[in-house]
């Protein structure tokens, strides 16, 4: 076994880190018990303020670059390591092993890996979200915490799009593999944001 794959593992690990948590110990609160008991980088913005709304969400992305350009690095942009590396720290995040396996909702670290693996649907992901979070914000004056999930949704949902779109191109990096990653990834974000749907559901 080539010992690379270990990066697999460690990228969980790596991704199980949460900055949203490590935020709220670092002012006296646990992010698990105050607003929507998520811990990502919307609820640390909610419960903390928008600094470290940013510098959460910030440190979420990174850990999602980091992990598959690490990955990438190794193997020399070639193979399965650096999807295997997105989806670990993917995981990790969302799942993380030190907080009994419940964790963030993966907009930022998702993003991240995707700025990484294929940074023309990373771009593509961020205008979609930017649109819908200015007509939330600025049309409809959800408000800036209420403008968040629906941007979230509607950024995931776009993700299997974007990756089929980018296929057209003959000077794309997308494959099939990194396709039907794509798609894995925008069901489990839009599974992590269930009930953000149904308050939309209810709402209309």
């Known amino acids: 076994m080539n010992w690379y794959w270990l990066l697999v593992p ?3 690990l790596i991704g199980s880190v949460s900055f949203a948590y490590i935020a709220g110990r670092m002012k006296g609160i646990d992010l698990r018990e105050h607003g929507s008991r998520n811990l990502g980088a919307t609820n640390a913005g909610r419960v903390l303020g928008k600094k470290w709304f940013l510098l ?3 440190c979420d992305l990174g850990k999602g670059v980091a992990c598959v350009l690490a990955a990438r690095w190794l193997c020399n942009d070639v193979g399965w390591l650096p999807l295997a590396c997105g989806a670990a720290v993917i995981l990790g995040h969302t799942f993380t092993c030190y907080h009994g396996f419940k964790g963030g909702k ?3 670290t998702s993003e991240g890996v995707l700025a990484a693996l294929v940074y023309q649907i990373a771009l593509t992901i961020l205008a979609v979200w930017l649109i819908v979070y200015a007509i939330g914000y600025l049309v409809f004056r959800a408000g800036a915490a209420n403008s968040v999930g629906p941007a979230s949704i509607c950024a ?3 993700v299997p799009f974007a990756a089929f779109a980018m296929q057209r191109d003959p000077l794309a990096m997308p494959s099939l593999p990194i396709t039907v990653f794509c798609c894995l ?3 489990l974000v839009l599974y992590k944001h269930r009930s ?3 308050k939309l559901v209810r709402h209309h």
């Open 185 to 187: 990834l925008s069901a």
């Open 196 to 198: 953000n749907i149904m």
């Open 106 to 108: 993966a907009i930022a």
């Open 10 to 12: 460690v990228s969980y």
């Open 156 to 158: 995931a949902a776009a």
């Open 56 to 58: 959460v969400f910030l």
